[in-house]
């Protein structure tokens, strides 16, 4: 590979890791309130209903995040709004670390969940629209591979504090670490180019035939030109309404398989995890190591997902993924509804996670950036990710409330779910692997 060549798969790769750094954040913050809980409950005297506010207040703000994202990329571009989300990241962590009471710490939760809900948005279009087609679906997993390194890295970090930390200080150095990534991703945002299909629908044209060249492009200018006639057949450049009749499909598409993903109960499992052995007999030091066991199953499983996703498709592993996550599901709700084998609690919520990594973990942040055209698409990828989190939001919140009287009864529900995704990707969804930005509207039917 000549020097040239090297230097713009280094800016690719770089690029799209420093946008993908989003997800580690979103994950660490998702994951690293299981430690928390328990110590939470004990410092401020939490009821059930309280302890599903302090683990939802995150989530309402990544439903706020990630609707209102989408316009401010679209107006200021994904990296430049990218720096924002990452002062969030950084103020929430330190404000939840040094939090003096438990208003103050659900106002510093809300501020990192905007941040976690605008990167789940901008963070995989701005991968998206800088990666050519071939590679597209690996890279934009690059996303979902940081969501479940920042997963494991915080059930890591979870059981190390609890080991050398003790009392009520352990919660805060929990949740005051994520400031070191935190500041880590603002510093990178400073080092990578706008996404080139932004700067055309902003008509700054040579900008954007200068970031092609810089990533390898063989002929920027007409890849400029090919981008360009892609949003003049959508309208031009200037600001258009989602919900216009010819999006109905891609909106159906973009709602639903953020709905399904958390119907699944993987983030009632990741928030709760620990609660949830301990519920089963598991002391707390065997919760935080099991919880380890779950953070690598989820990690390998996501790396054989994006290893896959661009050869065996995206539709493919998603009946796969339900297929196995509805039989788990129903083996969980089992061992809690008869209160038997629970030595079988571990294998089956690892056997979830490898299923739910390899499919819906691997193919939402991908298929969510593919749908829509470059005019609506960060517009679109908000959308979806307001289902995600507002189902998300709704089921962290309720889930200890629910689970106080039957813990079989969500992972019922969550197995009853996963049957009807199966049955609407095989029916209804369409497979968007190999097809570039500017074609895949013709695939869609637009």
């Known amino acids: 590979m000549e020097a040239p060549q090297k230097r713009a798969v280094f800016l690719l790769v770089k690029s799209a890791l420093t946008g993908a750094l989003g997800g580690l954040l979103f994950g660490f913050d998702t994951a690293v309130i299981a430690g928390a809980t328990h110590p939470l409950t004990q410092q401020y005297s939490l009821t059930d209903g309280q302890l599903g506010f302090t683990v939802a207040i995150a989530l309402i703000g990544t439903v706020i995040g990630s609707m209102t ?12 709004a990218l720096r924002w989300l990452g002062v969030l990241y950084v103020a929430s962590a ?62 890591l970090s979870n059981a190390v504090i609890a080991h050398f930390v003790t009392g009520m200080l352990v919660w805060r ?7 070191a990534p935190a500041i880590f991703f603002l510093i990178m945002l400073f080092t990578v180019p706008h996404s080139s299909r932004w700067l055309v629908s902003q008509n700054r044209i040579d900008e954007a035939i200068l ?3 810089r990533m390898g492009s063989p002929d920027s200018k007409a890849e400029v030109d090919a981008i360009a006639l892609s949003l003049q057949e959508e309208g031009g450049a ?7 009749k010819r999006y109905l499909f891609p909106i159906f598409l973009a709602i639903t398989v953020g709905f399904f993903n958390q119907m699944t109960g993987i983030n009632a499992i990741l928030y709760y995890l620990n609660d949830i052995f301990k519920s089963a007999g598991f002391s707390s030091v065997s919760a935080d ?15 054989l997902g994006i290893s896959i996703i661009d050869k065996f498709g995206r539709k493919k592993l998603l009946l796969l993924g339900a297929t196995g996550d509805a039989l788990c599901l129903a083996g969980v709700a089992y061992v809690f509804g008869t209160k038997s084998h629970q030595a079988l609690l571990l294998p089956l919520l690892v056997a979830f996670i490898i299923f739910f990594a390899i499919s819906q973990g691997s193919v939402i942040w991908v298929y969510l950036s593919e749908v829509f055209p470059t005019n609506v698409r960060a517009k679109g990828q908000s959308l979806g990710c307001s289902s995600h989190w507002i189902m998300n939001a709704a089921i962290a919140w309720t889930f200890p409330i629910i689970a106080r009287s039957s813990k079989a009864i969500p ?8 049957v009807i995704q199966f049955f609407v990707v095989l029916f209804i969804y369409p497979e968007t692997k190999g097809y570039s930005l500017e074609d895949m ?6």
């Open 211 to 213: 970031v092609l060249a």
């Open 411 to 418: 992972f019922g529900v969550f197995a009853a779910f996963t």
């Open 238 to 244: 200037a600001q258009h309404s989602l919900f216009a």
């Open 289 to 303: 190591l099991q919880a380890v066991a779950i953070g690598a199953a989820n990690l390998l499983a996501t790396l």
């Open 173 to 179: 150095w929990e949740l005051g670490i994520a400031a």
């Open 441 to 446: 509207q013709h695939h869609l039917g637009h």
């Open 69 to 80: 994202s989408g316009i401010l990329g679209q107006k200021i571009g994904s990296r430049a």
């Open 94 to 155: 330190i404000g939840c670390a040094l939090a003096l009471n438990w208003p103050m710490f659900l106002v510093f939760r809300f501020i990192g969940g905007l941040g976690i809900g605008g990167s789940s948005v901008l963070g995989p279009v701005y991968i998206a629209e800088l990666a050519p087609a071939k590679w597209r679906g690996r890279l934009v997993g690059l996303f979902q591979i940081n969501i479940v390194v920042g997963i494991l890295l915080a059930y």
